[in-house]
């Protein structure tokens, strides 16, 4: 008797996942055609020979992998590194890794001040935050764009309060990428934060204000390793899209300023070299999933979301 019963329990698991399985088919075939699809024709283009006027040519080759950090002289097929590629690739991370720092820094008592507000109060802090989501990016390019250019907002303050004699070149470098990178995805910082720190238990503060605790001990110590699962979110979607950012770049860096999307789309555009454009495409997928598992595995180990 406990026999049928245990090959009933049995039966009835196997169905309850291959129900499972069933109700998943559509969301994984969505996600395998749309997802995967693409992404799988990228990388088998970047194992082709480039077509005389873009597209590809069907024979394998590995030239466009060559061709990422290495470059080879037209004249004696001497090595050299590609420096334009790294030094953009460069720029890339560096920029995005700016990023991140900077909408946590602002982003992260942004949050504490929401999450500390009367919870009547707290969905019309988070209302502002979103009002930028509801402006298309490219607006808010130009937005950008308008107020930092040698005529716009901030040059013309200055000049009337008498700080400054001429305007100073602000668009058209990193700072005006960074700062529009910022602008852009500050909430995506703000809201995982709060998401974090709207479940924290703020006695555990008050508590250590009692035991004689800092202010900066007290963030050390309690806030950051209770909110930093949020920090982690946070941090994971700022930095992906500042690293393959194309329009922020394109607006506010000018033709000199690219970043690692602009690249791509050179070599699918103007410099009708397809492959490279797909390996370069596919080598920023690789960073991006590096960087997401260094930075998750090394945050697990200090035990993150624990106080």
Excluded at 85 to 111: C, E, N, Y
């Amino acid at each position: 008797m406990a026999n049928d019963a245990t090959q009933s329990g049995e039966t009835f698991r196997k169905q309850d996942i291959r129900n499972r399985w069933l109700l998943s088919a559509p969301a994984l075939l969505l996600i395998a055609i749309a997802g995967v699809g693409p992404l799988f024709i990228v990388l088998v283009y970047s194992f082709l020979a480039p077509g005389n006027y873009g597209d590809v040519k069907w024979q394998f080759s590995t030239e466009a992998w060559f061709n990422v950090f290495l470059s080879r002289d037209i004249f004696d097929n001497t090595l050299s590194l590609a420096d334009a590629h790294v030094s953009i690739l460069w720029r890339s991370i560096k920029l995005a890794v700016a990023t991140t720092l900077f909408t946590l820094i602002v982003g992260f008592p942004t949050a504490y001040f929401i999450a500390s507000r009367p919870a009547n109060y707290r969905q019309i802090w988070l209302f502002l935050i979103t009002i930028p989501f509801w402006t298309n990016l490219l607006i808010r390019g130009f937005a950008i764009q308008e107020m930092i250019r040698n005529e716009g907002l901030v040059n013309t303050v200055l000049m009337k309060l008498g700080v400054i004699a001429a305007p100073i070149q602000l668009l058209y470098t990193d700072f005006a990428i960074l700062l529009g990178m910022a602008y852009v995805h500050l909430p995506l910082m703000v809201l995982p934060l709060y998401a974090s720190m709207e479940k924290l238990d703020f006695r555990l503060v008050e508590a250590g204000y009692d035991l004689y605790a800092t202010r900066f001990a007290v963030l050390r110590r309690i806030i950051i390793p209770l909110v930093k699962p949020g920090i982690i979110a946070g941090s994971i979607l700022v930095f992906i899209p500042s690293l393959s950012s194309y329009v922020i770049p394109r607006i506010l860096g000018g033709g000199k300023n690219l970043m690692v999307g602009n690249l791509i789309e050179l070599q699918f555009g103007q410099g009708r070299n397809w492959p490279l454009g797909a390996a370069l495409s596919i080598t920023l997928v690789i960073i991006v999933l590096a960087a997401m598992l260094y930075y998750v595995k090394n945050a697990g180990k200090t035990g993150g979301g624990h106080a």
